[in-house]
């Protein structure tokens, strides 16, 4: 299946893209895509829903939320595509480099991404996102993760550098992922049904047009399953979480010279099966009170 939310930030509901291209509304099945919904087997009885024929037609939405709401964190991995890490400048790592990102940096896939004040470093990362469907805590093994596994969804970690880099007076990985809208995520959440092999799977960003990352997940130096399975022995893993699997090379930092975003830029990013997102960046010339 391929889950979505629809609608104006806030009032999003809950739906289904059907194989023939037609939305249905599931907000009879369930309020909403969130921790409870994974947690209580909600994809079996929405799957039974879409085959009953139960659930009515949507129109064509004005806006396409994030896939899931209630996002409890954000787990990303860090120099996880040898490429990537080249082009940095730094060493493979022997071991999952884990950085936590704030949840409520999530926003649709084709929703503006903002430029923090002062930011002269903001950097894209095309990802893979898996999302998680039930408590994962100490996995004896890899090959126990994928019972962990609600689906995949396509993601963008948007990163500011300055703020990030290590050797930068005042800069720490979280604060340079943080930002707010810097995690763009869906059209959909797939389930793993639709996915033959997420480790078999082409990942590209253009940004203004031009082709920026070309690679594929199966590049990655540690799979999806021994991350779901090493993350777990560290954190509990919970329902409605996302684990970010790492970005491949082709990051504006990592290009000679670098190159970074500004306001009016646009990236356009896929994964094969996920669908396609398109984002916008917007600049912020003063912080505004919540």
Same mark, same amino acid.
């Given at each position: 299946m391929r889950l979505l939310r629809v609608g104006r930030p806030g009032s999003e509901i809950p739906a289904v893209l059907l194989e023939d291209g037609?939305?249905?509304? %599931?907000? *009879?099945?369930? !309020?909403?895509? *969130? $921790? =409870?919904?994974?947690?209580? =087997?909600? $994809?079996?009885a929405l799957e039974a829903a879409v085959r009953s024929g139960g659930l009515p037609p949507l129109a064509e939405p004005d806006r396409i939320g994030a896939p899931l709401a209630g996002t409890g964190k954000i787990v990303c991995i860090a120099r996880n595509y040898p490429a990537h890490a080249a082009e940095v400048k730094a060493a493979? $790592?022997? #071991?999952p480099v884990v950085v936590l990102k704030a949840a409520n940096t999530l926003i649709g896939p084709n929703d503006d991404v903002l430029i923090p004040p002062g930011s002269t470093k903001t950097d894209w990362e095309a990802e893979l996102g898996v999302v998680i469907g039930r408590t994962a805590r100490r996995l004896g093994g890899p090959a126990d993760a994928d019972a962990a596994i609600a689906g995949y969804v396509l993601c963008n970690d948007v990163s500011e550098r300055e703020y990030q880099q290590l050797g930068v007076p005042g800069a720490q990985w979280d604060k340079g992922k943080s930002c707010d809208t810097f995690f763009p995520c869906g059209p959909w959440l797939v389930t793993p049904d639709e996915i033959a092999d997420p480790q078999r799977l082409g990942i590209r960003l253009w940004v203004n047009g031009e082709l920026r990352q070309d690679a594929s997940t199966a590049d990655m130096l540690f799979g999806v399953r021994h991350l779901i399975w090493y993350l777990s022995r560290y954190m509990t893993l919970e329902p409605g979480d996302i684990v970010s699997t790492g970005? !491949? %090379?082709?990051?504006?930092? =990592?290009?000679?010279? !670098?190159?970074? @975003?500004? $306001?009016?830029?646009?990236?356009? @990013?896929?994964?094969?099966? @996920? *669908? #396609?997102?398109?984002q916008t960046c917007r600049s912020i010339d003063t912080l505004e009170d919540s």
């Open positions: 037609s939305l249905r509304d %599931a907000s *009879g099945v369930t !309020p909403d895509y *969130g $921790p =409870g919904f994974f947690a209580a =087997g909600g $994809p079996a493979l $790592p022997t #071991e970005t !491949p %090379a082709g990051t504006g930092m =990592g290009l000679k010279p !670098p190159v970074y @975003l500004a $306001p009016g830029d646009t990236m356009r @990013l896929t994964i094969d099966g @996920l *669908g #396609e997102a398109r």
